[in-house]
Structure formats: structure tokens, C-alpha cells
């Protein structure tokens, strides 16, 4: 019996090459964004992911960032190949699997529906929202509204899946970062299936699958595999149909140690008499 799935990603270097926090601030001229975001990460003030989100609301070199600065960003973004025939294969379905395609994303929602203008539907997007001052006032940012970062994912995932009436383990999740690892979490919980699109310890490790590509369509090969329960041979016919070949597949399973002395002189010593 085919199924209806809800499958959700993230933005900022997952369809992306580009994060928008480094894109904006170079833009703007400010150099020191890297330094801010790893002081708000020390001490641990805002969530992973919202360091952006809680610099433009309370930062002062930020605060001036009006929506127009926001769209333009969003137009400056790079985005990994084949965004558009994803969302296409998707809304088309696979082997009669109906799919529902949404970008969940930390970064400001302009950003992203600048960046996916003509690609996903604005009411697909669900970014960091921000109210804005009237642009007799400058339309600079006035105030934080919403974060979709963390367990703000979560909410949106829940919020999506009960609009769709999907059940649980019918929510795929894709990601790449540690904004990402609350709802890659939820969603393992509810039987349902997460991909890593990078090989950051935090999310491979919760991960399913992981798929790292400069193209968006790899996202694709585990949903193929799992879901549709296609073979290497049909993914790559289905790939050829669609004027595209997959020139490099590798399937690597990385181990990831730490290992330590285990004595003063590096020696770990075995007694015979007690096995110890």
C-alpha cells in the first residue's frame, strides 16, 4: 500500500553552501560574526542554531538589517545543484509514494524564501520570523517573533505531520548540523527516517543515513533504498531518465575514536594470575 510521507530539510549548507549568518555579515561588512556565534555557543544563551536569530534581535551592529537585507541575502545564497528537479521528483512522487516537501530552517525566513523563490512554495518555508518597523521608521528588525531552530524544528515537524493527518513513521528528516539534532531525535522516536547531509559526529551518529554531495538529489538515494526499496541499478536508471548520471558511489562506514594512554608510561599492563 503506498504511503504519504512528509519530508522535511534543513537549509543553510544542506541545500545550501552558504551560511546565511556568514553571507549577511560579509555583506554588511562585519567581521567579527564567527567570534560572537562561538561566545553565544560558550555560554550556551541561545539554542544551537539561533545565534544568528538572537543577533539580529539584540546585537547593535545587526539590528539595523532591514527585510530588504534579509531578501538580498537570500538571492546572494549558493544553492547545491538540482534544488528544483528534488522538489519536482518529490511533488511527481516515487513508485506512487505521495511526498509533501518543507524547508525547516534557523536562518530568517526571508532568507530562504528569497533563496527558494520559484522553487518551494512560501507556505512550504517555515524560517526564524522577525517583526519589522515601518519603513517610514527605516523598516529595520523591531522584534523576534518565532526561532525554527532546535526544538522550534520540532514544533514545525508536529505542526506540518498533524496538518497532513501523517502518521510518525511516515516524516523523513534531512540536516546537517546541531540545530538539527533535536528533531532528528523526535523523529527516530516516531519510527520515522533522518539523513545526515554531512559528517558532523553530532547528527551522523543519529543520523540513519548519511549522504554527503554538492547535489541536492543525493538526498534521494536513501529514500529510494528504504522507502521505495529500489536497487543501486534503479536508482541509477531513474537518475538516467532524468538526464543525470551518479559517476561516484561510495558506501563508507566511518568510525569515530579517541584514544587515550592507559598508563603513567602509555603501557597498558595485563596480570595474568588475576586477568586484570
Do not use: C
Amino acid at each position: 500500500m503506498k504511503k504519504h510521507y512528509i519530508l522535511a530539510s534543513d537549509f543553510d549548507q544542506t541545500l545550501s553552501f552558504n551560511d546565511s549568518g556568514i553571507v549577511l555579515s560579509e555583506m554588511l561588512g562585519i567581521t567579527s560574526f564567527r567570534e560572537k556565534v562561538a561566545g553565544l555557543s560558550a555560554l550556551n544563551l541561545v539554542q544551537q542554531g539561533a545565534e544568528l536569530a538572537y543577533l539580529l534581535a539584540n546585537d547593535p551592529e545587526y539590528r539595523r538589517v532591514t527585510r530588504a537585507d534579509l531578501l538580498e541575502v537570500g538571492r546572494r545564497v549558493r544553492l547545491k545543484r538540482n534544488v528544483r528537479l528534488l522538489t519536482r521528483m518529490l511533488a511527481q512522487g516515487i513508485d506512487g509514494h505521495r511526498f509533501d516537501f518543507y524547508v525547516i530552517s534557523a536562518a530568517p525566513e526571508e532568507v530562504v524564501l528569497s533563496a527558494l523563490d520559484g522553487i518551494v512554495p512560501a507556505d512550504h518555508v517555515v524560517g526564524t520570523r522577525f517583526r519589522f518597523k515601518p519603513e517610514a521608521e527605516g523598516g529595520q528588525i523591531d522584534s523576534l517573533v518565532r526561532v525554527a531552530a532546535g526544538y522550534g524544528k520540532v514544533a514545525a515537524v508536529e505542526e506540518i505531520r498533524t496538518r497532513h493527518v501523517v502518521p510518525r513513521d511516515q516524516v523523513v528528516y534531512v540536516g546537517d548540523g546541531q540545530s538539527d539534532i533535536p528533531v532528528m531525535l523526535h523523529v527516530n522516536r516516531g519510527d520515522g527516517f533522518t539523513i545526515a547531509a554531512s559528517e558532523a559526529r553530532e547528527v551522523a551518529h543519529i543520523a540513519k543515513r548519511t549522504v554527503i554531495s554538492d547535489d541536492a538529489l543525493s538526498v534521494l538515494v536513501p529514500v529510494l533504498e528504504e522507502i521505495a526499496g529500489f536497487g543501486p541499478s534503479q536508482i541509477r536508471a531513474l537518475f538516467e531518465d532524468h538526464g543525470l548520471v551518479i559517476q561516484e558511489w561510495d558506501r563508507v562506514r566511518t568510525d569515530w575514536l579517541t584514544i587515550r594512554d592507559g598508563a603513567g608510561d602509555g603501557v597498558i599492563r595485563l596480570d595474568l594470575a588475576t586477568g586484570t
